[in-house]
C-alpha cells in the first residue's frame, strides 16, 4: 500500500513562487512515474507534469518554462518549484503514483490560491 502527502501549498501573489512536495511511503517509489494535476474549482483534474522512475519529465503547455518537477528517490518525495504564478494557476494541487498501469494512487490535495 502507498501513501501519498502534499505540503507546500497556500496563498501567495501573482509573479511569485511556491514549492510543493510529496511524500511516499512503500517500496515502488523509485521505479513509479509520479505527478502533478490540478483541479480548479467547476473543472475537470488535468495534468501539470510528470517525472519517470528514469527522470524524464512532461509539462502541460501552461507551466512550461515556469514550472519544475523533480525527485529524490533516496527521500522517496518529489517535488514541483512553481515560479511566476498566474491567477490561473488556483487550483488544488494533487500528487500521483502510476506503477506501470498497476498501481494507481492519490495524495489528499494541496490547496494554491494565486491573488493578483
Known amino acids: 500500500q502507498v501513501q501519498l502527502v502534499e505540503s507546500g501549498g497556500g496563498l501567495v501573489q501573482a509573479g511569485g513562487s511556491l514549492r510543493l512536495s510529496c511524500a511516499a511511503s512503500?517500496?515502488?517509489?523509485?521505479?513509479?512515474?509520479m505527478g502533478w494535476y490540478r483541479q480548479a474549482p467547476g473543472k475537470q483534474r488535468d495534468l501539470v507534469a510528470t517525472?519517470?522512475?528514469?527522470?524524464?519529465?512532461n509539462y502541460a503547455d501552461s507551466v512550461k518554462g515556469r514550472f519544475t518537477i523533480s525527485r529524490d528517490n533516496a527521500k522517496k518525495t518529489m517535488y514541483l518549484q512553481m515560479n511566476s504564478l498566474k491567477p490561473e494557476d488556483t487550483a488544488v494541487y494533487y500528487c500521483?503514483?502510476?506503477?506501470?498501469?498497476?498501481?494507481?494512487?492519490w495524495g489528499q490535495g494541496t490547496q494554491v490560491t494565486v491573488s493578483s
Open positions: 500521483n503514483l502510476n506503477w506501470a498501469g498497476i498501481q494507481n494512487y
Open positions: 517525472i519517470t522512475g528514469g527522470n524524464s519529465t
Open positions: 512503500g517500496t515502488i517509489f523509485r521505479f513509479a512515474t
